[in-house]
């Protein structure tokens, strides 16, 4: 029809009322719609709020970040009876229980692949032929502590049975196999449950219900939220409220760049970490194989200064003497294990050369260089850069090498590439003139 008809310019009046009406129709929907997002909004935000609330934890279990042994890094699925027992035992007589490691944590794969007819959790009784119960006696009797793997999800990682809907059950079961340490992992999640909840408020809500499933058992246990497959998910902002440590990170692999990626990701939560609640950038790979003694002693000097847990993710059984030397050193641990409980803050990056910082409770602090990359770096930093309070003379002490230095204010170490110096300094007290 033309646009000009007779017709045409009759008929466009009537059509305003019914456009109207759809418009308003429109937005009414949209409003009802709105309101609608918002109750439900707030109800999800309450209901998570009071899944945190009701899952509060016993910060006395971890006044230190906590030390030990998972067999994940070293063996993955290939866990025992055997492997854990002999992994125990080698721990009294290797020194690394004296060196203060106590936990001894099975990870993935240790489950029968379905429950029993009563809906139970089981040990696969190939690889655990005297079931939990007896290993966590076995570890008991030998001064250290049990730790164990779950999922919140249907299924772990490695799909085995998880303990979404067995929450209460299963924390029975652990308690009663007297276990000590609960890493909980996050895989298969069933988010089709929870329609109107962002991935971090399904966290929220499941390791709060398996944190108070865990508290109702009434038998201390450390849970470790280990959250590493979905960025989006922000432990270190709730995480304090229902568990002990929290991954900061993805999984961590034997190599120099992950090492770098996990410790940049988890510096960025310094200021969550303290006495009873930890940020956790993974277990260690130290001794593995895939790292240089250098970048190793780093390894494990970056995780010391950051307060992590040291979980040590190499075959104890067979470590040698160089990687002992390492995981071993009183003074590099007494950093990690510091009373005060904070996490290193960076003091400065230059291209490949970082400093990094940690107070102590005696006032001295940690400091370590870092050279990040190839070519040999000279690193120099002044005491107070490191928030020492002015004093006569400073006295720097290398944890490594055993060696002391004294100056008046700054110390310039020349760093390797890829490799650190980690330093302990304190400042001299101004002699006393008698005259
Ligand atoms: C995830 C965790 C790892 C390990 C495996 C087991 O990847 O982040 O630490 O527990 O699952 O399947």
Known sequence: MPPHSPHSAMTHPARWPRLLLILAACLALGLLAAIHHWRVRAMVEQQVQTAVRHAAVDSRLTPKPPLGFNDWNAVHCNVSEALIQQTAAAMVTNGLRAAGYRYVIVDDCWSAPSRDARGNLVADPDRFPHGLRALGAYIHSLGLKFGLYADVGTTTCGSYPGSFGHERDDAATFASWGV??????????????????????????????????????????????????????????????????????????????????????????????????????????????????????????????????????????????????????????????DPLGIQAAIVFRHGDGEVLTKPLANGDRAVLLLNRGAPQLTLTVRAEQVGM?????????????????ISMGSISESVPPRSSVLLRVRATVSQKRTT
């Open 180 to 337: 000590d340490y609960l890493k909980v992992d996050w895989c298969h999640v069933p988010y089709a449950l929870f329609p109107d909840y962002t991935p971090d408020e399904v966290a929220q809500v499941l390791y709060a219900r398996m944190s108070a499933s865990l508290r109702a058992t009434r038998r201390p246990m450390v849970f470790s939220v280990s959250n590493a497959s979905d960025p989006s998910i922000h432990p270190w902002v709730w995480g304090r409220s229902v568990s002990d440590l929290w991954r900061t990170t993805p999984d961590i692999a034997d190599t120099w760049t992950s090492i770098l990626v996990n410790a940049d990701e988890n510096l960025q939560h310094g200021s969550v970490a303290g006495p009873g609640h930890w940020n956790d950038p993974d277990m260690l790979e130290v001794g593995n194989g895939g790292m240089t003694p250098a970048e190793d002693q780093a390894h494990f000097s970056l995780w010391s200064i950051m307060a992590a847990p040291l979980i040590l993710g190499t075959d104890v059984r067979f470590m040698r003497r160089s990687v002992s030397h390492i995981v071993t050193n009183r003074e590099v641990i007494a950093i990690d294990q």
């Open 389 to 405: 309070a002015r004093a006569p003379g400073y006295v720097w002490s290398n944890l490594w090498t055993h060696t002391t230095r």
